[in-house]
């Protein structure tokens, strides 16, 4: 899919970025998705995130009526970058390549929730395929995961969802083979996560 105005709407992105989110280290800002996630990890570990200030919004992009703080309720545990751990040559084919942007797992072992980051980009390892495409492999991931309680989340730009951009994707897999009986699916807004990022 081609994503007309996609460069403009990620460009108005970057420039809402709070002046204090960026590499403690360098003091640089941000600059791609990759580090984008590498800082909320990083802020989320030292408790500069206030997820109850941060809008779960259904696959219509309407609010849910429940906050991130609902499905992340661990202060510590978040990663970046997470591998998709695989045994079989079938679950390697499927996502034993593949990295989850982040990804959150409860101390109590019951909750797993992966956050797909996307501001711009396309969707990788087969597209939007609703069999093989990165979203099918990632929800098939969740699936077999022992966790009781298995999520995936859309985090990009207000403007992305309200184009009707990833969601449509999201929305499309999950409804496919029922998945959605078992992986909830949410999106999330990364201008509300730079309105609850404190420096204090």
């Known amino acids: 899919m081609i994503f007309k105005g996609k460069d403009k709407v990620r460009?108005?992105?970057?420039?809402?970025?709070?002046?204090?989110?960026?590499?403690?280290?360098?003091r640089?800002?941000?600059?791609?998705?990759?580090?984008?996630?590498?800082?909320?990890?990083?802020f989320h570990l030292w408790g500069k995130i206030n997820w109850s200030k941060i809008k779960l919004y259904s696959l219509d992009n309407t609010f849910s009526g429940q906050t991130a703080d609902h499905l992340i309720t661990d202060s510590?545990?978040?990663?970046?970058?997470?591998?998709?751990?695989?045994?079989?040559?079938?679950?390697?084919?499927?996502w034993g390549q593949m990295a989850a942007d982040i990804l959150y797992y409860s101390r109590e072992e019951d909750r797993v929730v992966l956050i797909e980051n996307k501001i711009g980009s396309n969707f990788t390892s087969g597209g939007d395929d609703l069999d093989y495409g990165q979203?099918?492999?990632?929800?098939?991931?969740?699936?077999?995961?022992?966790?009781?309680?298995k999520n995936i989340l859309l985090l990009s730009s207000k403007q992305f969802f309200d184009k009707g951009w990833y969601l449509t994707e999201l929305?499309?897999?999950?409804?496919?083979?029922?998945?959605?009986?078992?992986?909830?699916?949410?999106?999330?807004y990364w201008e509300e996560i730079f309105s609850s990022f404190s420096t204090a």
Do not use: H, M, W
């Open 135 to 149: 979203l099918a492999r990632q929800i098939e991931y969740l699936i077999q995961n022992s966790a009781k309680d």
């Open 76 to 94: 510590k545990t978040l990663c970046c970058e997470y591998p998709l751990f695989a045994s079989t040559k079938e679950q390697i084919s499927i």
């Open 171 to 188: 929305s499309n897999t999950l409804r496919y083979k029922n998945a959605k009986e078992i992986v909830g699916g949410y999106l999330v």
């Open 28 to 42: 640089l800002p941000p600059a791609s998705e990759t580090q984008l996630s590498a800082l909320l990890c990083l």
């Open 11 to 26: 460009k108005e992105l970057f420039e809402g970025i709070p002046n204090d989110f960026v590499d403690p280290i360098t």
